[in-house]
């Protein structure tokens, strides 16, 4: 016959006294009160394991913090647990495990995490856009939230204040980031799904504006404007640069000399210096030599070819030219990106070939096997329409200084 266990009452428990040795009290299908010889009192729960029905025991806290009724309402929740042959011990360390990893996995600490990867990818000035962006519009508001608690309603309240003001395109930046960093969460198995994925949806698309730039006529007026305003003589420098090579100005400020090949006209720009992370190489014309040629006392000795002016150990900052186009009067009307469009307008107009055009743009061609045709082919075939459209430079600077000049200016 089984042995009947007497349940223990509340003042059993009280005036449980320690002995030398550890023992327990028993209340019955399982529960215990262990009573160490330092006088502390535990609840355990002995019970057998489901499958290996290996016998361990099961704490339930310390009396008095645990009462009578707690530790037996504790043990109905765990045998509730056995009789599915659920294991409570590691029922609880799930949870537990589930709780530590909610209050570790906020949306900052995975977004810090995504940004290590993030960064490797972009530009050191992109990559700062990006976290800054997220310091100043999400983190304040959900940073601390644990990322399985993220959900599209959630996200679009933290992103809605933003498009209230009209700023479409940094909401649509802000859209795209949080779902990297969700899609980020799903591939590192912090989350089953990305709740995330539509909230674009719910805003209002961003009217794509162009780069302000000037009509192919207003090249002579400009480099009027350029040959007598009043700045720093390495600012001069960059806008013909980039003229002259129709690169972007934050990979136009990083050049080096050290990427110039003078014996093949050539400028390898490496990967990490271009946008889309693909090495790119332009063909230079004797106007960009030229160019190269009357900066080199002044830079010949350093690594960038456009020193920084208060580091020169450091390149120019890629705003340099903006600013300064800004203050030659043309405000609204052209910036320094602008100017790629402006030799792209005139090319087209000129009937080159558009495939051409975009590779010298260093433009990403979706078509593998095109793109490999640009690098062997359109290489000679950029070099001939990079000659006519330095050529066309020169021209409109008729009258005006100008640094590229071949015949104008040879030396500095």
Excluded at 21 to 26: D, I, P, R, T, V
Excluded at 238 to 246: D, K, P
Excluded at 338 to 348: H, I, P, Y
């Amino acid at each position: 016959m089984a042995r009947i266990t007497t349940p223990l009452t509340n003042t059993e428990v009280k005036q449980a006294k320690a002995r030398d040795k550890e023992y327990n009290l028993s209340d019955g299908e399982g529960l215990q009160l262990r009573i160490k010889p330092n006088g502390s009192k535990l609840w355990l729960l002995n019970y057998s394991r489901p499958y290996t029905k290996k016998r361990v025991n099961l704490g339930f806290g310390k009396y008095p913090d645990i009462s009578l009724a707690d530790a037996r309402k504790l043990r109905a929740e765990a045998r509730t647990l056995l009789a599915k042959n659920i294991d409570p011990m590691e029922h609880r360390d799930s949870i537990s495990n589930h709780q530590k990893e909610k209050i570790e996995n906020t949306l900052l600490n995975v977004a810090k995490k995504w940004f290590q990867v993030k960064k490797s990818a972009v530009t050191p000035n992109y990559a700062e856009d990006i976290w800054r962006s997220l310091e100043l519009h999400v983190f304040p508001y959900i940073g601390k939230r644990p990322i399985s608690e993220i959900t599209a309603p959630i996200a679009i309240k933290t992103v809605k204040p933003i498009a209230e003001k009209g700023s479409l395109e940094t909401v649509k930046r802000i859209n795209q980031r949080l779902n990297e960093i969700m899609n980020y969460a799903v591939n590192t198995g912090l989350i089953h799904s990305n709740p995330l994925s539509g909230v674009k949806a719910a805003f209002e698309k961003p009217k794509k504006k162009s780069m302000p730039t000037i009509k192919p006529d207003e090249l002579p007026q400009f480099m009027q404007a350029l040959s007598i305003a009043s700045i720093k003589i390495v600012t001069r420098y960059i806008i013909e640069w980039q003229l002259h090579t129709m690169i972007r100005p934050g990979e136009a400020v990083k050049a080096r000399w050290s990427e110039i090949d003078f014996e093949q006209k050539l400028w390898n720009i490496p990967a990490e210096t271009m946008k889309r992370k693909r090495p790119h190489s332009v063909p230079l014309t004797k106007q960009a030599l030229n160019l190269l040629t009357t900066i080199k006392p002044i830079s010949g000795h350093r690594e960038y070819i456009f020193p920084a002016d208060r580091n020169p150990r450091s390149h120019a900052n890629e705003s340099t030219a903006n600013a300064a186009i800004k203050r030659m009067g043309y405000h609204g009307k052209l910036v320094a990106h602008g100017l790629r469009a402006l030799a792209s307008t005139t090319l087209n107009e000129q009937g080159f070939d558009p495939d051409v055009i975009e590779a010298a743009l260093a433009h990403v061609d979706s078509n593998e096997v095109r793109r490999a045709y640009n690098r062997a082919d359109y290489l000679k075939r950029r070099a001939k329409m990079m000659d006519w459209w330095s050529d066309h430079i020169e021209k409109c600077s008729t009258g005006s200084f100008s640094l590229s000049g071949t015949k104008l200016l040879k030396a500095v």
